[in-house]
């Protein structure tokens, strides 16, 4: 397994997109990180000690298989899961926090600084963290860490330090500045993980790098199973599962791939994160990126019923990809989500995050579009159970 | 555009630094957010400034993700937000400055998105129309605003560079014509209103800037007291002090009227004692 990028280009430009726009200061930091990642990739031994810890920390490979029961109505495209939800930390963040705690490693920093909406790579990463020894300090807006509890619980359990944030949406936005200017601060020491390929040239390309690892499998599982997929769909917050299951495809013209943005309750006025359909070029985060920003360049605040879906920036190889016309995209509401995840657990026992849930609600219909012969290939991206809470209170009593 | 647009303009932050070399003084520079808490307001505080001894001000545009700052100046941001501050308002306060005070440098400082959202053409031409002399913008380094910085040089406004002890001299110089009006020193680490560096660290910065730069040398970031502010300026061409003058001035309006003399003269008060430390 190597771990190579596709479409990158040089200084970090995705198209127009991509560069480093940050302080000054953290300049150099990045240019050091650069070198060491271009370094570690090529080294045999990083790749073996990554793929090893892949294969026994993380669970990979994750499996490849279909919801026959999920479907409301029959007569549609077989729809597969990719099952990275059952990775035993994080969902597939844990593939890319492996990787960048053991580059920190391997630069001699001993702490790593991470935010998250999903609480998913803040888990990933305090695992990881705690496995390699590292101190841990992980970020979340306080509103999502009142609705997802159990996970900043989780957190705190493998001795992460968890910071909750209240400045503006209290959300991921909010989060990762926090967790920038803690970085910021302390870059001798620590190392800022990305839960996301989002943020300034080489984080965009070193995470799709680490996540690319879910494309490659599944082409080999598609080969085996002998399933030649039309459609690959996945829902973007920050993008790290759309572009680690998409990397492997973009070459294959026949398929389409569908990034799913969160619609919030829908309608034309209502909050949304769609920032790659509906967003504006702007700058944010350390990159030129698609942003929800208004005329003023002021950035919007967000909705979804998924917290790792609300987001106002983008990937800027994301960005670039819909720009180009290779990536398509689509919106769901948070009852379209939440639906197709409660029906999903009822049918086939499967209990995914409501971000999944919004890729299940538009492969539904994206399925009634084709044949039974077909194949949609969904991405789960994490487990439900962080979202119990919000779950439960749709089940009639 | 012409030469001629850009021979003025360009030269109120070289003619200060000219005058004050002749004082053989130290350039003492502010910051405030425009609109907080209103236009009115901020533009009463400008010139309050220029009274009582600031020789250059930093008018920061209100952003929604001043990631570079620290609680003092997001505070300040939401506030400026909240009474409609912008990058198109506060563009506008500071034609409206200019229209009594022609000679203070301004410079404007904030983030990248308003710009790109603006368009750095037109953004540089409004920004000159409205008597800006400089930029600084905290997530623009230089090795990414090609555009930007050619916008600038065709409307005489000077992108101010940030230097810090561990940037490469290629991060914070250039030949641009658009790069200029002085070195903006960042001897800690961290963003705005945090710990202070000692004031050998800060000589140690300085003289690395001198090293690679004929630029006048300003240190901001961490500068919170009259004693400290006279002794950077005993090593600098200038001294920037912001989140401490702030904090200051929040702690005395506290609900009052941010026009009133009692406030005014309040800010006033504590302006000229840095001054006086600073001019000892």
Redesign the interface.
Known sequence: MGIETKNSTKNGRFGHFG???????L??VLDRLEAAFDDARKDAEFRDTLNQLLHRYVGRPTPLFDIPRFAARKGGAQIVLKRDDLTFNGGNYANSAVGQCLLAKRMGLNAVVADTGSGQNGIATAAVAARFGMKCTIYIGASDAARQQSTVKKMTLFGAKVQIVE??DRAL?AAT?AA??HW?????TTTYVAGAPIGPHPYPEMVAAFQAVIGRETRLQLIDQGLAPSIFVSAVGGGASTIGLFSAFLDDPQVRLMAVEGAGEGGEKSAHSARLGRG???????A?TM?L?D?????ISTSSIAPGLSYPGSSPQLAHLVETGRIETMEVSNAAAKAAVLRLAKREGILLCLEAGHALAAAEGLAAQLSPDQTIVVMAQSSGDKDIETLVEEIPQ | MTQSATTPKTRRIDSMFKRLKAEDKSAFVTYTVANDPTFEASLALMHKFVASGIDLIEIGHPFSDPILDGATIQKANIRGLASGGNLDRTLDLCAAFRQTDPVTPLVLMGYANPLAVMGYEHFAQRAAAAGVDGLIAGDFPLREAGDLLDALARSGIFMIPMAAPTLEAKDFTSEHPAVGGFLYCIPVVGPTGGPSASIEAIAAGVAECRKVSTLPVMVGFGVKTPQMAADVGQVADGVIVATALIDMFQGKLNGDDPQGSDYLDYVAAQINQFRMAIDK
């Open positions: 560069g480093q726009f940050v302080a000054p200061i300049l150099p400045d503006a936005s500045s920038t200017r910021m601060g302390r870059s001798d504006r070029r702007g700058i944010f985060h350390g030129e942003v920003a005329a003023h360049g002021q950035i």
